[in-house]
T-cell receptor, first 113, second 115 residues
Framework: AQSVTQPDIHITVSEGASLELRCNYS??????LFWYVQSPGQGLQLLLK??????LVQGIKGFEAEFKRSQSSFNLRKPSVHWSDAAEYFC???????????FGKGTSLLVTP | NAGVTQTPKFQVLKTGQSMTLQCAQD?????MSWYRQDPGMGLRLIHY???????DQGEVPNGYNVSRSTTEDFPLRLLSAAPSQTSVYFC??????????????FGPGTRLTVL
């Protein structure tokens, strides 16, 4: 069965600092991987996704993620965080049916001045 | 396009009451799904549908019913609400495909409280 682990429940970074959010997955075949962001009281917005090809994926809002098969990881990065990036971030893996997503429990990002 | 819409935004029920959460999409997507979000649990799949007339269970289906009579609508029914169903419910849709490569678009959510 597929699963996703986000080891960090909360992360605090200073505005302008770099960011890395960790995501580890368990899946037997080539995974379909996603990062979503949820601002307070809002729905989920897709940041980026990986299906195949180049292992470094560029997304919206200056985010990128790197797929590392050997480490079963898909970490999200941003070189310089803005206060508006404060939100909840979810990593997800595509399900066996090809449609359903399995989500991690999320990482809450706090950005300090 | 309105995208994925959900009604109501907020709802308070008493234990044992029934209700239907509405979800509609105007993108002609074949696939629709319902998730619930609980603190510290992420999102968990309740039910999903790969097309009109076809539904299937997800990870946490107990206490919920769905049907898909049209491509646009995918209502979620709580037959007899319980406090354990207090949660935020999200509907999502994506275009059809043979894999999970299509982006899922999420609605704004319905916050449900069961007393």
């Amino acid at each position: 069965a597929q699963s996703v682990t986000q080891p960090d429940i909360h992360i605090t970074v200073s505005e302008g600092a770099s960011l890395e959010l960790r995501c580890n997955y368990s899946y037997g075949a080539t995974p379909y991987l996603f990062w979503y962001v949820q601002s307070p009281g809002q729905g989920l917005q897709l940041l980026l996704k990986y299906f195949s090809g180049d292992t470094l994926v560029q997304g919206i809002k200056g985010f990128e993620a790197e797929f590392k098969r050997s480490q079963s990881s898909f970490n999200l990065r941003k070189p310089s965080v803005h206060w508006s990036d404060a939100a909840e971030y979810f990593c997800a893996v595509g399900g066996n049916s090809g449609y359903a997503l399995n989500f991690g429990k999320g990482t809450s990002l706090l950005v300090t001045p | 396009n309105a995208g994925v819409t959900q009604t109501p935004k907020f709802q308070v029920l008493k234990t044992g009451q029934s209700m239907t959460l509405q979800c509609a999409q105007d993108m002609n997507h074949e696939y629709m799904s319902w998730y619930r979000q609980d603190p510290g649990m992420g999102l968990r799949l309740i039910h999903y549908s790969v097309g009109a007339g076809i539904t299937d269970q997800g990870e946490v289906p107990n206490g919920y019913n769905v049907s898909r009579s049209t491509t646009e609508d995918f209502p979620l029914r709580l037959l007899s609400a319980a406090p354990s169903q207090t949660s935020v419910y999200f509907c999502a849709s994506s275009s059809s495909g043979t894999s999970g490569t299509d982006t899922q678009y999420f609605g704004p959510g319905t916050r449900l409280t069961v007393l």
